[in-house]
């Protein structure tokens, strides 16, 4: 499989223990930064109704859908309870030269 | 001259695939704009208000219980227990609901162990709840949708009488509890509780049986029925309050629109009321952003109201608009009060419901 990193844009727009949106090809990503500057992507809709997860709020390595309040470890994926049952895609990440980049051809459910 | 018709509140009805025809289910709501980081700051969540505020709780729930025990037997021991009762059966509906949420603690287990207790004392399964709960955000008041709608138009009258004293939900309650204990649903509840969370709704319901068989078991023992007086029947003395602040929430407004301010009522209230509610008078900023625990909503309040309709200064002044709006519906079922916004918010996606407003 060919390794492709796309350039989700510059790092700072993740504000620290926080979430941004990022889209590429129709598709949806949620970026995340933790407090402690580490930077992870998921798939950008909560899996239990598709609602935005960049809306939502980021507590430690917890994101939290803003509609009914699932939550996902964004870490992993997993969700951490009712009503989030389905857990997240998530996609590798680097930063580069300030810079977000999104490997989106190898991700995991 | 036209004839109305009834609708079907039912989740399975006709009702239910024109909502999703019509595109009102799953919906996107109006949402009005706030700088990323105010959002963020209103959603930090805190232990501290939380602990406080159940700790003083469980301190009179015991007091009140305690002095409704000292004077059993007499007329003295009347108003401990409809004290007790208000705290036991009416405001637990707002700790089911924030710790539902689970926004009222930061701390995950916090949540999860009232809400477990606050489910026992105002009548609602967790499992059942929880998911219904999910529903009414996603559908709110959408008809055929939201499982959560207090009334239908016209209202069931002698339904919300017999609320009072929880005998209409009561009753149906224990009936599908003993329907979930022996492993099964009910055809509503099949079309928004997922089948991996259903063996959650069983044993819990088993659960709930048990503790209702071992009260029933120590007022045979102690021939009396103080144990239920403490445990159980304070869901049915005491869920008068429950009806008393969620009737406020949206009955009597508009139905199938998409915009909470149009469907949800939010009214000051006073100090004692604010305790034993929670803050949920606050219900209009509480369905736009669900996520803003209920210590901050006075704060999203304050920079939100510019774009709602203006709050009810008090309850009187919301009752004084309920009652009449559903004694008017029993004979002109099309009628609802209209919330009009300010002159220079944002109409959203809001949809103009074919009926006769305010």
């Known amino acids: ?109 | 001259m036209s004839v109305f018709v009834a609708r079907d509140y039912s989740l399975i009805g006709p009702e239910s695939q024109k909502a999703v025809a019509a595109g009102l289910a799953s919906a996107k709501w109006y949402a009005p704009l706030i700088p990323r980081a105010e959002l963020k700051e209103l959603m930090q969540r805190k232990d501290g208000p939380a602990i406080r505020d159940t700790l003083i709780w469980f301190a009179a729930l015991f007091l009140f219980g305690g002095l409704g025990v000292y004077f059993w037997g007499s007329w003295a021991a009347v108003p401990f227990f409809i004290v007790y009762g208000a705290i036991y059966g009416g405001s637990s509906d707002s700790r089911w609901h924030e710790c539902g949420h689970r926004t009222a603690f930061k701390t995950k287990w916090m949540n999860d162990a009232l809400y477990e207790i606050a489910c026992f004392m105002v009548m609602r399964e967790p499992e059942v709840w929880r998911w219904s709960h999910t529903r009414h955000h996603t559908d709110t008041i959408i008809v055929g949708r939201d499982p959560e709608i207090l009334q239908p138009r016209p209202p069931d009258v002698g339904s919300l009488l017999l609320n009072i004293f929880a005998l209409k939900g009561g009753p149906i309650f224990f009936r599908k509890l003993f329907l979930h204990a022996g492993g099964r649903l009910d055809p509503e509840e099949q079309t928004y509780i997922p089948e991996s969370e259903r063996p959650k709704v069983y044993t819990k319901a088993r659960i709930y049986l048990a503790i209702y068989a071992a009260v029933i078991l120590a007022c045979v023992g102690f021939r009396s029925i103080l144990p239920a007086m403490l445990i159980g029947l304070p869901s049915f003395y005491g869920a008068w309050l429950v009806l008393f602040f969620g009737a406020t929430q949206h009955l009597g407004l508009a139905e199938d629109v998409l915009d909470h301010r149009l469907n949800s009522r939010t009214v000051y209230m006073n100090p004692i009321f604010r305790f034993l509610y929670w803050s949920m008078n606050f219900h209009v900023e509480h369905h736009i952003f669900p996520l803003i625990p209920y210590h901050a909503l006075p704060a999203l309040h304050e920079k939100i109201k510019s774009q709602c309709p203006p709050p009810y200064p008090s309850t009187i002044t919301a009752y004084r608009e309920i009652i009449p709006t559903v004694i008017r519906q029993l004979r002109e079922p099309t009628y609802y009060v209209r919330r009009e916004l300010p002159p220079n918010a944002s109409p959203g996606p809001a949809r103009a419901a074919p009926a006769v407003a305010a």
């Not at chain 1, 700072?12 to 930077?39: N, S």
């Open chain 1, 1 to 109: 499989m060919s390794e492709t990193w796309i350039d989700a844009g510059p790092a700072k727009r993740v504000g620290a223990e926080d979430v941004a949106p990022f889209e590429h090809g129709g598709r949806q990503y949620a970026l995340y930064r933790t407090a402690d500057d580490r930077y992870f992507a998921t798939d950008g809709l909560c899996t239990h109704e598709q609602v935005e997860l960049a809306d939502g709020f980021v507590d430690g390595t917890i994101i939290e859908c803003p509609m009914h309040n699932g939550r996902f470890d964004f870490t992993t994926g997993e969700a951490k309870g009712a009503p989030a049952c389905v857990n997240l895609a998530t996609f590798p990440v680097k930063v580069e030269g300030g810079r977000i980049y999104l490997k989106i051809d190898d991700w995991s459910p």
